[in-house]
């Protein structure tokens, strides 16, 4: 009865990855803001202790 096939779903790694990007910028703003350059820079280490451990 339903012989059609079902499209492949639109890839949206691009926009993900900008909208991240976007967040990131805005909520280190705020971070800069209440708490100055010293704590953006620790969340910016922390951030890529992260990422390193999330990549091994």
Do not use: E, K
């Amino acid at each position: 009865m339903n012989d059609h096939r079902m499209a492949s779903a639109p890839d949206y790694t691009t926009a993900v990855l900008w909208m991240a990007l976007l967040n990131l910028l805005w909520m280190l703003g705020v971070v800069w803001a209440l708490f100055g350059l010293p704590a953006v820079m620790a969340a910016g280490y922390v951030l890529n202790l992260g990422i390193d451990r999330l990549r091994r």
